[in-house]
């Protein structure tokens, strides 16, 4: 190593630093370049602006070739879940977003059993995240979790619907929910205050729990203190949604426009939507750690508790006693392959040490 090499490495060191506080640099370009994975669920009755919103939201068009069912038709229709995958870039950090949209949710004449099919959904992911952790390739395990669901309320009625109710107590113990107050451009202030007062109290009645901001660390600066602050009271965030941009006063907004003015979707003072998205994207990292440490550790832990429990259509009956799914044959020959592998080694070992 030449001497100014040398120079040049010793003058990055002072006395009594040693560099260790570089590290959340390394984890930060580590991160950037690998990218983000968030998974979204929207869930609402139709016609309640979930796609304009979620499009505004990531300034996106997540579903360019949708085609919109007529009245017929809904009543017919059956819930069914549709994930759209699209891949965002800004300013070199790249983020894999999935949203999961749930049309027929609350369209049908009988809507006791609408939920049935996002809990399967929900459940499904995490059998699937728990049957790549155990295999042998981990290292890139996709994660298709569902890290947030906004549960949309209309603002028509004078505060949540029984399926609300049930729908939200079916499934806060499976995935962060944040309550949505749709088009809330129809509302006068006063009206929006009393409607979210009551939703709020309907929610602490009925002992459901939704995803609640963490509490901020006193080392915090006043102004994000503030932000939670101002994010919290906004609970449940009351939205309106638009693409369309218009131009007021000479400068081009996002908005609505009606026969006595614009409703700017991005201002404070119209409606919740900038606070909504400031708590998404401040808050994903949070999202994502209670649903891998509080919800998906639930499910791990009852599904252990419980065995391997064979799933409808996957059944084989072996002896006439035990019944094995295709999952449990899958994991069966990962661990007699991880054996096998082990004895090879084994194997290897002791004649290397035969030689010596």
């Known amino acids: ?11 990055l060191e002072t006395p009594g630093y040693v560099g260790f506080a570089n590290l ?24 309640l602006g979930k796609s304009t919103l979620v499009n505004a939201l990531f300034l996106t068009d997540l579903y360019p070739e949708r085609v919109i069912p007529d009245a017929m038709e809904k009543m017919k229709q059956t819930v069914k879940l549709e994930p759209s995958t699209v891949e965002i870039e800004e300013r070199g950090v790249k983020l894999r977003l999935t949203v999961v949209d749930t049309p027929g949710y609350g369209d ?21 995240f728990l049957r790549d952790e155990s295999g ?37 113990n499976k995935v962060n929910i944040v309550p949505v ?12 205050l009393k409607l979210k007062k009551k939703v709020l109290e309907e929610i602490a009645e009925n002992k459901i729990r939704i995803y609640s901001l963490p509490e901020c660390d006193s080392d915090e600066d006043e102004e994000y203190k503030e932000q939670v602050r101002q994010l919290k009271q906004a609970v449940p965030f009351a939205v309106c949604g638009a693409n369309t941009l218009l131009e007021v006063r000479g400068r081009k907004v996002r ?15 119209h409606c919740d939507f900038i606070k909504l998205r400031t708590m998404l994207i401040t808050h994903m990292q949070d999202l994502q750690e209670i649903t891998q440490q509080v919800h998906y ?8 508790a419980k065995g391997r429990r064979p799933r409808r259509g996957t059944r084989e009956i072996v002896d006439d006693k ?21 004895e090879m080694i084994a194997a290897m070992q002791a004649k290397m040490q035969q030689t010596q």
């Open 108 to 128: 049908a004449i009988d809507n006791t059993d609408s939920f049935s099919a996002i809990i399967h959904y929900i459940d499904d992911q995490f059998e699937r």
């Open 322 to 342: 035990t019944v094995v799914t295709e999952k449990d044959r899958i994991l069966q020959e990962k661990e007699a392959e991880l054996k096998r592998m082990q």
């Open 181 to 192: 107050i749709a088009k809330a451009d129809v509302l006068t202030k006063k009206e929006m």
């Open 255 to 269: 908005g609505r426009l009606y026969p006595w003015g614009v409703v700017e979707v991005e201002n404070p003072e």
């Open 136 to 172: 042998l390739n981990r290292k890139n395990i996709m994660d298709n979790r569902i890290h947030c669901c906004f549960y949309f309320i209309s603002p028509f009625g004078h505060g949540l619907k029984p399926l609300d109710i049930e729908f939200m107590k079916q499934l806060h």
């Open 297 to 304: 550790e639930n499910y791990r832990s009852e599904r252990l």
């Open 24 to 47: 959340p640099n390394q984890v930060h370009r580590k991160s950037v370049k690998k990218g983000f994975e968030f998974t979204l669920m929207v869930v609402g009755e139709s016609g």
């Open 1 to 11: 190593m030449s001497s100014e090499s040398i120079k040049n490495f010793s003058s």
